[in-house]
């Protein structure tokens, strides 16, 4: 995989603000920072979080399967 230029994000609710920086794609997220912006605790972004990467890798996996060709019986 190529390297691309890392790229931030901000997010503010006008009293606070989160900046999350994408590095090759991947976030890089203070959960602390972003619990305050949209109103979740730090635990239930963990738990959000978790559930997210969990779904990823299902549908990488389901992906996977579908896009490989049938195979002769």
């Known amino acids: 995989m190529e390297n691309l230029k890392p790229v931030e994000l901000r997010l503010s609710d006008g009293r606070n603000t989160v900046n999350i920086k994408f590095i090759n794609g991947e976030p890089m997220i203070n959960i ?8 979740l605790t730090s635990d239930q972004l963990k ?3 978790k559930i997210t990467e969990t ?3 299902n549908y990488a996996s389901l992906k996977y399967l579908v896009t490989q060709p049938e ?3």
């Open 71 to 73: 195979k002769n019986n």
């Open 32 to 39: 602390e920072q972003l619990s305050r912006v949209i109103g």
């Open 47 to 49: 738990e959000v979080y």
């Open 55 to 57: 779904v990823q890798r």
